[in-house]
């Protein structure tokens, strides 16, 4: 496996002089942290989370104490889970759909929040007044992957110079990828067929089925958010079972059998996450805190999975690739 450099964060200002100076200290008492998401404990990118927040001195059982809510497919608990939850916390994190960010809006009060959005724009949404001051209570990081769109089906279609029919996975909350899809399918001379997942539950065996049968020679995924996160290694096998191509956002899907994954690393958002928690904990004012965005993004190639599709990459996408799995 190759590797090069991945993600750096651009930042709206300085954060580090928004923040607490790095000689704060933590408060007395244990901080309490409440965590709202569509995606257990137990994902890579909480794993990264608390990493990071033990790197920066925060121990939970001492001097921190966590409380985790979490609602994978049922989006209905949500609103039950964030009354719940912030009564008893100082701060609380989000992550998931937009949804999930306006529940926790609707209970934290003047607490905190501190968003890692990965699947909505805030600023487009206006949960966000600017990317340099966010005001009100709420900041942290988000991926803009409306951008994104255009180039993962430039680089999927150089990948596979052959392909003219692109199945396009998408859902409810993808509905401006979707846009920016269309946008760009014409100059690339890509026909698209469009495929909602409808839920959740979300069927991405039917929808990958209905690709193939379709006759596109690639897709791509962009629906599905924390859910489609979560069953990647499902999703990459029924790509592979129906003998679809698929393009997808994060690296993480390209490790789990992917063909293809352009964009952010979503683990390393969720780090950036943790500072922002630490930061405000230390007693900075979230309103004062510039929202990130990653500004570098890295291309990773499954060559295993191409050899398995059949398929030999050219030269020049396994050049720009940023990561080569063999």
Do not use: C
């Not at 295993?304 to 396994?318: C, E, Y």
């Amino acid at each position: 496996m190759r590797r090069r450099t991945v993600v750096t964060l651009m930042v709206a200002g300085s954060l580090l002089a928004a923040g607490a100076s790095a000689t704060a200290q933590a408060p007395a008492t244990a901080a309490r942290v409440g965590i709202l998401t569509g995606a257990p404990r137990s994902s890579p990118v909480w794993q990264a989370f608390d990493k990071r927040m033990r790197e920066l001195g925060w121990i939970d059982g001492q001097n921190l104490h966590v409380e985790f809510r979490h609602a994978t497919d049922k989006v209905e608990q949500l609103p039950g889970l964030a009354a719940d939850l912030a009564p008893g916390v100082d701060l609380i994190v989000v992550s998931g759909s937009d949804f999930v960010l306006r529940t926790a809006k609707q209970v934290a009060g003047r607490r905190p929040i501190v968003m890692v959005a990965v699947d909505y724009d805030p600023l487009s949404l206006g949960l966000i007044d600017s990317l340099a001051r966010p005001g009100g209570n709420v900041t942290g990081v988000f991926l803009r992957r409306r951008e994104l769109t255009p180039k993962q089906l430039e680089l999927l279609k150089e990948a596979i110079p052959r392909a003219r029919r692109v199945a396009v996975v998408w859902d409810s909350t993808s509905a401006d990828l979707l846009k920016a899809a269309r946008q760009a399918g014409p100059s690339l001379k890509l026909e698209l067929r469009e495929l909602e997942l409808r839920g959740p539950p979300y069927d991405f065996n039917g929808a990958l089925r209905e690709a193939a049968r379709g006759r596109a020679d690639a897709a791509l995924m962009i629906g599905g958010g924390g859910l489609a996160f979560q069953h990647r290694a499902q999703i990459a096998q029924f790509a592979l079972t129906h003998r679809i191509p698929t393009m997808f956002t994060f690296a993480e899907y390209a490790e789990a059998g992917g063909f293809m994954a352009y964009g952010a690393d979503v683990a390393d958002m969720f780090r950036r996450g943790a500072e922002y928690v630490d930061r405000i904990l230390r007693g900075a004012k979230p309103a004062d805190l510039p929202v990130e965005q990653p500004n570098k993004f890295q291309l990773v190639l499954n060559m295993k999975t191409a050899r398995s599709l059949g398929l030999t990459p050219p030269m020049s996408i396994r050049l720009r690739a940023d990561r080569v799995i063999e």
